[in-house]
């Protein structure tokens, strides 16, 4: 007998790709009852779209592209134009503007359901446990009851960071701001303080801005040739930012080249797996030939090992300054010398799609793992050219410094500093600022909370394997995203990074949630008892 769709969804967590859920079942689904869990008591915004965080922190894509579902990549701009708002789609408004909307979105789904007759019900508090019973469905607790559905969506967003050094102990000298978001910590320390950063992430951009910020005292004024200069005023600090890779955030370009892709495409990918499984250097070969189709070139040493030629800790630092200056001078040029930025953000629903069909083989994915994701990542998750501009203008004023090759950091005896081991020596740092993006996304962590902890006891959420080891993320189809071992319970968040692609993107989580539900409901026909009931007169 064929199941019926499920008339009650429990959605845990409700940040974008919550929001997102909630929005796409009232508009699209037949459901009668949706619960939706969100710990922190605020229901939308989530992690880096807090209401109440920094002005400074910018959106990384451009407003134009921000959107809750993938069909309408210019709902943020829509919802902005509504309010009367003239916004540049191709700029970047801070994150907590997109917050609003999400919260916004919370509201509207509520207003939809109740005119449907659906029934939405918001609980502020942290889940803590998931079993499947033996007759079907999931019950779901929480420290103020529990709940029964027919199947559950895992929406928790981020995973906990990993920690890359030991916290100095109170009166101790060194200060360790473990995170950004969500507190002071960056705003009470002093104007003269200079503040390594571990990590060149998009998080190291945030606290950039913030240690910069108006408020300070400083400034960025451009010159007689339009060029960002900075003033400092009473602020004195510095910033080292200390990392692996060195490498820098590309830029989305202000006018894209239009990228028509004919050889790096899905046929193509299929093709050369069916023939014995995809390989990186394939792939290479594919991008050459579409840069060469766009009239473009890729300089591959620049992009895998940009600092190999520098032989002093000087010398890094100031080709670090001369490639931010080259890219920020092709996006913004318009003239295709930003062609691997444009291709990535063209394509990224086929590098998804690399993972999810599983046409990369088991040893490219870790050699991509291990060496390439990095590269991959400067292009696939780009800065705004105002916060590339920003760094620039600092890095010439001499109040920003790159070291690469960093391998170690460790708290010195009496807790008075830490030192910093990088590819030309040591960093001796009084404040130390956690930015690496580093998240730990291994299912059986003692660091994952009580509701994943519950979960893996009883075989519901398993870690992923690559070609038999143990690897980051969790055991899941990646056609419907139900959890390997689970009938109805399943995953839309940052634990889908590992089997997959990169998953830090608006557009392709509000792609993953589409497509889940999708399979959910059309696994399940729907009947008369179960759809929604029609409005009375």
């Not at 109440?52 to 210019?74: E, K, Q």
């Amino acid at each position: 007998m064929a199941q019926i769709a499920p008339a009650h969804v429990v959605i845990i967590g409700c940040g974008f790709a919550g929001t997102s859920a909630l929005w796409q079942l009232v508009d699209r689904h037949p459901v009668r009852r949706i619960t939706v869990f969100e710990a922190s008591g605020v229901f939308g915004p989530g992690y880096p779209y807090r209401l109440d965080d920094c002005a400074d922190y910018l959106i990384n894509n451009t407003t134009g592209t921000m959107c809750l579902v993938p069909g309408h990549r210019r709902a943020f701009l829509d919802w902005l134009a509504g309010q009367q708002r003239a916004i540049d789609p191709r700029g970047h408004l801070p994150r907590r503007e997109f917050g609003r909307f999400l919260a916004d979105t919370v509201r509207a789904a509520q207003t939809s359901a109740a005119i449907k007759g659906i029934q939405v019900e918001l609980i502020g508090a942290e889940v803590t446990g998931l079993q499947e019973p033996a007759h079907g469905g999931v019950r779901v607790q929480w420290h103020g009851g529990e709940v029964a559905a027919d199947a559950a969506i895992l929406t928790t967003g981020r995973c906990p960071d990993r920690q890359a050094a030991p916290r100095a102990p109170a009166g101790a000298g060194a200060v360790y701001v473990l995170a950004h978001i969500g507190g002071d910590a960056l705003d009470d320390l002093p104007l003269d303080a200079t503040c390594h950063v571990l990590g060149a992430s998009l998080s190291a951009y945030d606290i950039v801005n913030r240690l910069f910020a108006p408020r300070t005292g400083c400034s960025f004024v451009r010159d007689a040739a339009g060029v960002l200069q900075y003033r400092a005023g009473p602020n004195a600090r510095q910033v080292v930012l200390c990392s692996r890779s060195g490498r820098l955030k590309k830029m989305h370009s202000r006018t894209p080249l239009p990228i028509r892709r004919t050889r790096l495409v899905a046929p193509v990918l299929a093709g050369l797996a069916r023939q014995g499984g995809l390989t990186l250097a394939a792939i290479q070969a594919l991008v050459d030939e579409e840069a060469a189709a766009h009239g473009q070139a890729v300089d591959w040493p620049q992009v895998l090992a940009p600092y190999a030629n520098c032989d002093s800790a000087e010398a890094v630092n100031r080709h670090a300054g001369a490639l931010l200056a080259a890219d920020i001078a092709a996006a913004s040029g318009g003239d295709g010398a930003n062609f691997l930025a444009d291709l990535a953000d063209n394509a990224q629903d086929l590098l998804w799609q690399v993972f999810a069909q599983g046409w990369l083989r088991p040893d490219q994915q870790r050699l991509y793992r291990t060496h390439v994701e990095s590269a991959v990542l400067t292009y696939a998750a780009t800065c705004p050219i105002p916060t590339a501009e920003r760094l620039l203008a600092l890095h010439r004023a001499g109040r920003l410094v790159v070291r690469t090759g960093v391998h170690g950091v460790a708290l010195q005896p009496d807790g008075s500093a830490y030192t910093i081991a990088h590819r030309f020596g040591l960093e001796q740092a009084r404040v130390l600022v956690n930015a690496t993006g580093a998240v730990d996304r291994r299912v059986a962590s003692p660091h994952q909370g009580a509701l994943l902890a519950s979960l893996h006891a009883q075989g519901l959420a398993q870690p992923y394997r690559l070609d038999g080891e143990v690897s980051d993320g969790v055991a899941v189809d990646l056609q419907t995203f139900r959890l390997d071992g689970s009938r109805c319970t399943y995953a839309a968040n940052m634990l889908l990074w590992g089997p997959a692609f990169f998953t830090s993107s608006a557009f392709t989580m509000a792609s993953v949630v589409e497509q889940l539900l999708a399979g959910l409901f059309a696994a399940h026909p729907v009947s008369p008892s179960s759809a929604p009931p029609l409005p009375r007169n």
